[in-house]
């Protein structure tokens, strides 16, 4: 690690932090005294170029922040291994993992030397149950974008395939 | 059994050589009581009388000699009783405790823990005191009475016969008074049982009372029982003092017929004057026998009450003999048969329902189905804890009913959800069940205990090395103890520093005179040392005058109190709303147990001038500045000129101190161990760094660590120090993976024929299960029999068999892949739950 990013790394305080989540749709309803304590609860953590974050199969209750550097995410069938997307800085990923206990359905592996802020599921429970109106806002916000997601779905750009027409229907939950 | 044995039962087997030294320095008692007043009636009589000078001091001396003795005596009376009694209590105890662990489990699903402790600890000791008394007390009291009544036959039977006449009335009435206390006595000790069980409930349901904020209703609840006993208490001292006052009173009108009469028959010259007297003294000597009489009296009924209560309630029998009668333990092959076995509750609800399995020895059973299926309930009449009520369970070809307890823990080891880690050392609790089956009864020592490579190698096993290793790491050493390791950890100082420096520099800060400690506390900073008086340890820096003349000399203070403000009122701008979790609290050095302090401090100087700050907060402020790390404290910021100033202040400490105080702190020194710290930084002589190494980097980290220790020969010492990490009350101390790894290892370590897995790594992440699933698979295949309750069906494809369990039956066995081809429930359970989040 050169010494730029170690300086980088020393300095992130958690203002920076709170700028980000802020930037996060799900942060971004719930009251700010909120987001300050998990900005405070939040763990600078790095990983080497190559290192995986999180393991398909696994049960990770975190969430991860990128503050600098790449990662993609993977997805291993019988087949063998796919890259579904990457991910870069400023992105959030694993939202749903501080909600509930969840295997991860991917893995996420760091493309280049990587640098998160990392959430964790216990911390952010506790937080929640100071700021009730806070887990409702929460609530709607993932209503939503479950919506957005299946709308985006059945009429984006794409032609959906035969096979996922019968698999359809996560709003109806 | 001991519930049935009556009261008397303790006396007649109390120890009978100090009863029968009692009895004697009884009969010397009572004569040494008798003898004064032979010689005041001598000293009127014969001395004063004749004006004897001779005689009056050799009588004197009598006297002085018989009270002496008599006082002796009674001290040693007083500890032959008490030697008796409590040994008799002791005893009561043991054997009591016994008893009552060895009770079925059913039995305490009825009582609580509340009523045992009562039991064994309040409501025994009076029974204990009885034991003491029971043959000195009533011996030498009717003895003494006796010597006294016959000496004042001898004087004037007329006068003796009038003295006591009072005392048949008081026998008729104070047994009456007396049983009404007793009554009230049997409902003191069931309201005492109703109220420990209160007690007991509130506290383990502290979270429910918690989050229903119901401190009202408990109150309520609880001042309900609290008055009741009240009632009870009151009527129960009230009846036993009215016996003692009706006792007093009949006592009392004793010397009014003696004034009577004496007076009159002396007025008449019928009578001396010294005989007045020394019948006046014997009369009022009667009193105390007679108290003493009634004190025990009372005292045998308050036992009686208890210790009858107390027996009555735990007067079952227990299930099974604990060690098999005139035969070692059996040494069991490990088949287990099972035909037709049933588990009736309340006669009618069946929770197993005629289950027919035989499993051979060293097979690898896993038992599935839905929650309440039956499966745990089977491994527990398989186990012996639950009894099965009809058809027959055998173990090799003996019936499980008929086993002893011995029998089956030599044999067969459990281990259940969610286990329970005893007070004490990880080492005790690793051999706790080798112990059990290895130590005979209490009395014997334990027999050659697994070595330390046993255990070790159980460690790896189970997957507890690690966790060990680093208790052992932060394991604070005392100076007198483990001199010659202390050494060898000083000479490997440079060779870690060499070591790991390069290649994980940013996880390690090494300690140097010359640098800012970034993750090292303010007050470590300036100390640079470890305390060697209370006055500069961490807690008590701030308010050490020493310390605060030296800050205000180097005009350190004022900076200090602000940093504390910026911390209190920082820290409090985020968390004032947070409850005092700990997890909230790890980016700040204020402490969560003084969150509501800190708030009210917060208020009160924000925006103030250093000046006007009240003394007593400054010192608040001063300990949470000395206790800020900058570089794990994030949630406030260190100000850089700040680092400059601590680093002079640093120097000049040290050449303080070192004019006035030299023996106050022991700088650090890379040649020399500081006891002030962990084992870990005295390797490192410096601390971890906040920095977080993720996944491999941390396993590299690790294997690097152990490879060095294991070169430097330190590795066994330190895992062995980690053993002896105190757990905690219930392992309070362990994470729940921790608990059940250590259940396991408990358990592998007696080598058991047959291992019982109810759900017994349910709190492990994949990676620990499948290391326990490699254990058993590598040294036990085949060497014993395991029956696995298992909760994932992705653990059981590797078992010999599986047997699905639905409502109390067995509906499906056979291999994974037969059972899948089959498309049964087990084929629905392994698809159903796939659709579905954990």
Redesign the interface.
């Known amino acids: 690690?050169n010494s730029s990013t170690?300086q980088n790394?020393?300095c992130i305080?958690?203002r920076t932090a709170i700028d980000l989540l802020m930037r996060i749709p799900l942060f971004s309803v719930i009251p700010i005294?909120a987001v300050?304590?998990v900005a405070?609860?939040g763990?600078?953590?790095?990983?080497?170029a190559g290192?995986?974050?999180f393991q398909q199969?696994?049960?990770d209750d975190h969430a991860y922040c990128i503050l600098e550097g790449e990662a993609e995410l993977l997805l291993r069938t019988e087949e063998g291994e796919q890259k579904i997307r990457g991910f870069g800085q400023g992105d959030f990923i694993g939202g749903l993992s501080l909600l509930?206990?969840?295997?991860r359905l991917f893995s996420l592996r760091a493309q280049t030397d990587l640098c998160c802020i990392v959430f964790s599921a216990?911390?952010f429970h506790?937080?929640l149950?100071?700021f009730p109106e806070a887990a409702a806002e929460i609530l709607r916000e993932i209503a939503l974008q479950v919506f957005r997601w299946e709308y985006g779905l059945l009429h984006g750009d794409g032609k959906l395939c035969a096979k996922c027409t019968t698999k359809v229907g996560a709003t109806l939950l | 059994m001991i519930t049935r044995r009556p009261l008397l039962w303790w006396v007649k087997s109390s120890n009978l050589k100090l009863q029968v030294l009692l009895l004697l320095i009884i009969l010397i008692t009572v004569g040494a009581r008798v003898l004064p007043i032979a010689m005041q009636k001598k000293i009127v009589d014969e001395a004063i009388r004749f004006r004897r000078m001779d005689l009056l001091l050799l009588y004197c001396a009598a006297y002085i000699f018989a009270v002496l003795t008599a006082t002796g005596l009674k001290f040693l009376m007083n500890l032959l009783q008490t030697r008796i009694g409590q040994e008799a209590l002791a005893r009561m105890r043991k054997e009591l405790y016994l008893h009552i662990i060895t009770l079925p489990l059913e039995f305490f699903q009825k009582s609580s823990p509340g009523m045992v402790v009562s039991s064994l600890v309040t409501e025994l000791a009076t029974a204990g005191d009885f034991v003491g008394e029971a043959i000195a007390v009533p011996v030498g009291n009717l003895l003494t009475l006796l010597a006294f009544a016959v000496y004042m036959f001898y004087m004037n039977p007329l006068l003796a016969i009038l003295s006591i006449s009072t005392y048949p009335i008081a026998l008729l009435l104070i047994p009456i008074v007396q049983r009404k206390s007793n009554d009230a006595n049997k409902a003191r000790v069931d309201c005492t049982r109703t109220m420990s069980n209160m007690i007991d409930e509130a506290v383990s349901g502290i979270h429910e009372i918690h989050g229903n904020a119901s401190y009202r209703v408990e109150e309520r609840k609880f001042g309900e029982i609290v008055d009741q006993m009240f009632k009870i208490r009151f009527m129960w001292i009230a009846y036993r003092a009215a016996a003692k006052v009706l006792n007093n009173f009949f006592q009392n009108l004793g010397p009014f017929i003696l004034f009577l009469v004496g007076g009159y028959l002396a007025i008449n010259g019928r009578f001396d004057l010294g005989t007045i007297v020394a019948f006046l003294s014997a009369y009022e000597k009667l009193f105390d026998p007679w108290k003493e009489l009634m004190a025990f009296y009372q005292l045998y009924q308050d036992a009686s009450v208890r210790y009858t209560r107390v027996m009555e309630y735990f007067n079952a029998e227990p299930g099974y003999e604990i060690e098999p009668d005139g035969r070692a333990p059996l040494n069991l092959q490990g088949a287990v048969n099972a035909s037709r076995v049933s588990l009736a509750v309340d006669s009618d609800i069946e929770l197993l329902k005629s289950i027919s399995l035989d499993v051979k020895p060293g097979e690898r059973i896993a038992l599935v189905g839905y929650s309440g299926s039956g499966k745990s309930t089977l491994t527990r009449c398989i186990s012996q804890l639950y009894g099965y009520t009809s058809g027959s369970l055998k173990l090799d070809e003996h019936e499980v009913s008929q086993l002893s307890k011995m029998d089956i823990a030599a044999n067969l080891g459990i281990v259940s959800q969610n286990p329970f880690i005893f007070h004490g050392t990880i080492r005790e609790n690793l051999l706790y069940s080798w112990e059990a089956v290895h130590v005979k009864n209490s009395n014997t020592s334990p027999g050659e205990a697994p070595s330390p490579e046993v255990i070790i190698d159980m460690l790896r096993g189970v997957g507890l090395f690690q966790d060990i290793l680093s208790f052992g790491l932060n394991t604070l050493l005392r100076p007198e103890e483990e001199k010659s390791f202390v050494k060898k950890i000083i000479l490997v100082r440079h060779k870690f520093q060499e070591h790991f420096g390069d290649i994980f520099g940013r996880y390690f800060e090494f300690f140097d005179q010359k640098k800012f400690l970034k993750f090292s506390t303010i007050a470590a900073n300036i100390l640079m040392g470890s305390p060697n008086s209370p006055e500069f340890s961490p807690a008590k820096l701030a308010t050490s005058p020493f310390f605060d003349q030296f800050m205000s000399e180097i005009q350190l203070k004022n900076s200090l109190i602000e940093l504390g403000r910026n911390l209190i009122v920082g820290s409090i701008e985020i968390l004032g709303k947070m409850p005092p979790d700990e997890v909230f609290f790890r980016k700040t050095p204020l402490l969560p147990e003084r969150l509501e302090e800190y708030k009210k401090i917060s208020a009160r100087i924000v925006g103030m001038p250093l000046s006007a700050i009240d003394p007593e907060d400054a010192f608040k402020l001063l300990d949470v500045a000395l206790r800020y790390i900058p570089g794990k404290h994030k949630m406030v910021g260190m100000p850089l000129i700040l680092e400059r100033r601590i680093l002079s202040a640093r120097e000049s400490f040290r050449e303080k101190i070192m004019a006035e105080r030299p023996d106050a702190v022991s700088f650090y020194d890379i040649s020399e161990y500081i006891h002030s710290l962990p084992i870990l930084d005295n390797i490192i002589y410096g601390k971890t760094t906040a920095n977080q190494p993720r996944a491999q980097e941390r396993i590299r980290i690790r294997e690097s660590m152990v490879q060095f220790l294991e070169e430097e020969n330190l590795l066994k010492q330190i895992v062995e120090i980690g053993l002896h990490f105190v757990v905690g009350s219930k392992g309070e101390r362990l994470s729940g993976g921790q608990k059940q790894k250590i259940a396991i290892a408990r358990v592998l370590l007696k080598s058991p024929r047959i291992l019982i897995l109810d759900e017994a790594t349910s709190a492990l992440d994949n990676t620990s299960q499948q290391q326990i699933q490699d254990l058993l698979e590598s040294r036990w295949k085949g060497k014993c029999t395991i029956i696995t309750v298992a909760h994932r069906l992705d653990t059981v494809r590797e078992f010999d068999r599986i047997a699905v369990m639905r409502a109390g039956k067995i509906v499906e066995i056979g291999t994974y892949d037969a059972l899948m081809s089959y498309g049964g429930i087990l084929y629905e359970l392994v698809h159903g739950t796939k659709s579905y989040v954990h």
């Open positions: 690690m170690e790394l020393t305080e958690y005294e300050k304590v405070c609860l763990q600078t953590e790095n990983f080497a290192e995986v974050v199969g696994e049960i509930s206990n969840m295997e216990d911390g506790k937080t149950r100071q």
